[in-house]
């Protein structure tokens, strides 16, 4: 690699910069930690105005072996599997097969009368009482229905990993799954809170039963192929896996790699877990495949995944979902109470603006949320550090994708990335008018 750039570096917009040359800002911040060794390797990918407008390959695919890394390079992408899921979702709602509005028993009867954690803990007899409402399906796709993950020593997490309910399910049948998860008490009345969750899970085994397909071959046939997106899917070929980046953990200062045999996950997320619980080898097809972390995938394909949804749901003349369906994904489905800043994920604390739609946020007031994307952008990230946004305003798409399981405020990457990102258009969109400016003054002399 070359001398970085600066990575606060800004791209002026100047008449004779090539675009190209507008990117290398982008490019700078991760060649800055990669060079630090806190960071294996970055692939980025970049669509502008109906055509690509930016790709690079950066560092190591392999800090040990120096293996480049690549373009087509294949990462664990977890819970960028969440809006791939959404969308599973919504062909469903098309075909009218779910409504918001249903109850989760209505489709999952192992589900039904769910009880609340009140008092208690896994240690201490839980003092359980009725649900002050069933969860709705609606509540099951925007993370309001109590569920929860294991993550924490919290006692409903640690009554959660009792239960032995997967943190991402592959080992386990659904009807397995739903026996574990139904012993589980919800964290709040349904409607009440905001908890990161099983729920995209939860919503695979609704795929499975109202398609009568299992997620993966669902998944493949009605979204994956379509999109011509070749190296997404739940398992990684034997002619494939060279292809795979290694996984890291940042420890202190140096990057450790990680796999499901480690003795322990430095992250401080996940502190209750062991890597068994999150890094799966990826070698056979899962008994139950996981809607909310189970899928590899590269840069490439996620970048068609993301324009398909900046066509609101159709690519190259593929149409995946209908308009309606996009748009009813990619809106707000947040009640006020909950735009407090006191609810949401690390990083993604949900407030005016900056809200949660389906399976991911959407930017609905960027001034009000404080943030540098479009009104209407959508995006998610992945426990492994990738991340995507979908701008229609732009209309634009950044896809990341990185191999770093780590606290997502350490290195800050995503953030700093959107920032940088709107230089760089601000940058190319003052070229553009100048340019214009100048063809049109030209034509009239």
């Known amino acids: 690699m070359g001398q970085p750039m600066g990575a606060g570096a800004v791209f002026a917009g100047n008449a004779g910069t090539p675009p190209a040359a507008a990117w290398r800002t982008v ?34 695919r392999d800090v040990a072996t120096r293996d480049a890394m690549q373009q087509d390079s294949i990462f664990r992408i977890y819970s960028m ?45 839980p003092v359980l009482v009725p649900a ?30 009792a239960a032995q309910v997967p943190v991402i399910p592959h080992d386990v ?16 009345h349904p409607g009440t809170g905001w908890r990161y969750s099983v729920s995209m899970d939860i919503q695979g085994v609704i795929i499975e039963r109202l398609s009568g ?12 192929e379509p999109l011509g997106m070749v190296d997404t899917d739940f398992i990684v070929p034997e002619e494939k896996r060279y292809r ?43 008994l139950l495949a996981s809607g909310g972390g189970g899928l590899v995938s590269t840069a490439a394909d996620y970048l068609r995944f993301a324009r398909m949804l900046l066509g609101q749901g159709e690519l190259d003349g593929s149409r995946i979902i209908s308009r309606e369906a996009a748009a009813l994904m990619m809106r707000s489905h947040t009640a006020d109470h909950l735009l407090t800043g006191g609810f949401g994920t690390a990083p993604h604390w949900l407030r005016p603006g900056y809200e949660y739609a389906y399976n ?54 995503q953030f700093r990335s959107r920032r940088i990102v ?5 940058g190319l969109e003052r070229q553009e008018s100048t340019s214009l400016s100048s063809s049109q003054s030209g034509a009239d002399q």
């Open 422 to 426: 709107a230089d760089v258009l601000e």
């Open 81 to 125: 599997t969440k809006p791939i899921t959404a969308v599973a979702m919504m062909i469903l709602w098309d075909e009218g097969k779910w409504s918001p509005s249903d109850l989760i028993a209505e489709h999952l009867p192992e589900l039904a009368d769910l009880q609340v954690l009140e008092a208690g803990s896994a240690a201490e007899a």
């Open 173 to 188: 049948t659904a009807d397995q799954y739903l026996a574990r998860l139904a012993q589980v008490p919800l964290a709040f």
């Open 360 to 413: 991911g946020i959407i930017v609905t007031d960027p001034e009000k949320a404080d943030v540098r994307l479009g009104s209407g952008t959508y995006f998610w990230d992945g426990a492994a550090g990738g991340w995507f946004w979908s701008d229609p305003q732009n209309d634009f798409v950044f896809v990341c994708m990185v191999h770093l399981l780590t606290d997502a405020e350490r290195l800050g990457l």
């Open 213 to 224: 397909m299992n997620l993966r071959d669902f998944m493949r046939q009605r979204i994956l």
């Open 244 to 286: 795979v980046a290694t996984l890291y953990s940042l420890s202190g200062d140096g990057l450790v790699e990680t796999d499901h045999e480690s003795e322990r996950l430095y992250y401080d997320n996940v502190s209750a877990l062991l890597p068994r619980d999150l890094v799966h080898p990826f070698a056979g097809e899962p």
């Open 132 to 161: 002050a409402v069933q969860p709705t399906l609606e509540h099951l796709m925007t993370h309001q229905a109590g569920f929860t993950y294991g993550f924490t020593d919290e006692p409903v997490d640690q009554l959660f990993r």
């Open 27 to 60: 490019d700078s911040l991760f060649e800055d930690v990669i060079e630090r060794s806190l960071l294996s390797g970055a692939v980025t990918a970049a669509w502008r105005g109906g055509a690509p407008a930016h790709q690079s390959a950066l560092g190591w």
